[in-house]
């Protein structure tokens, strides 16, 4: 039997491109916010009947694409917009990945965090919802062998819809001169990434981050 993977944020670019990596060797399920997937969801909804209704327990690989950044720091956001962010980035993927862990014993759950959770972000609460997740993701422990839990941490992806969103584009340019790889990451090249772990069994990585930055940390 072909095994299952659910996807959640299908329209993104990165998503995009695991589903046409994934689909000769797996069964996808889209989850989306924006009438791009299978299935409708909205992780402004962090009730567990939300979770009944959007999470398949049959599925082996569990792909959390989601992110809200804005433009503005946390003193220019809304009260709304800071609870919105803190659902989309944070909370909905935690008590989604809580009520698989609890009751998959199979499951595999890929997050994706960003650098921003290592060194800030102009929008505040989007560094602090990502700190956070990694946080999680380091101290959350399994409850079957055959579990795992890794965030992909990307740095900036040059076709992907946060970045092509940006209208900083002279800052971007100057970020991408002076990077040791003279360019930005893009989202085919992150999907592959993700994609080697659904195909290969590296489930002894569990519980870490996958810091796909291109050495852009690196100090001497
Ligand atoms: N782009 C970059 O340079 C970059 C850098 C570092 C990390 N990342 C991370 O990579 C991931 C994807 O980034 P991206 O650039 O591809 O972003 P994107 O195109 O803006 O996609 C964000 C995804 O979040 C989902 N989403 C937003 N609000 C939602 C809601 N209320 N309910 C359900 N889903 C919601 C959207 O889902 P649907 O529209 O499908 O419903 C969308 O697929 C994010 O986790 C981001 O933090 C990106």
């Not at 072909?2 to 989850?31: P, Q, T």
């Not at 965090?113 to 997740?133: C, H, I, N, P, R």
């Not at 055959?146 to 965030?151: K, N, P, R, T, W």
């Amino acid at each position: 039997m072909r095994k299952k993977i659910a996807i959640y944020g299908s329209s993104s670019a990165i998503s995009c491109e695991l589903v046409k990596l994934c689909g000769g060797e797996l069964d996808v399920i889209n989850y989306s916010h924006s009438n791009h997937g299978d299935k409708w969801f909205d992780a402004l909804d962090v009730s567990i009947e939300s979770l009944v209704t959007s999470v398949d327990l049959t599925c082996e690989f569990y792909v959390f694409n989601l992110g809200l950044l804005r433009p503005k720091g946390i003193l220019d956001q809304t009260t709304e917009e800071i609870n919105e962010s803190l659902s989309v980035n944070l909370i909905y993927i935690v008590k989604a990945t809580e009520y698989i862990i609890e009751r998959n014993s199979k499951a595999k759950i890929f997050v994706f965090g960003s650098e921003s959770g290592k060194k800030g972000s102009f929008d505040t609460v989007y560094f602090l919802a990502k700190a956070a997740l990694r946080a999680y993701v380091f101290e959350r422990k399994l409850k079957s062998p055959d579990q795992q839990l890794v965030l992909f941490s990307p740095s900036t992806i040059e076709d992907a819809g946060m970045t092509l969103r940006r209208k900083d584009k002279g800052n971007l340019e100057y970020i991408k001169s002076m990077h040791p790889k003279n360019r930005f990451l893009k989202s085919l090249e992150f999907a592959r990434i993700v994609y080697s772990f659904i195909v290969n069994d590296f489930s002894y990585i569990t519980n870490t981050e996958i810091e796909v930055n291109g050495g852009k940390f690196a100090r001497m």
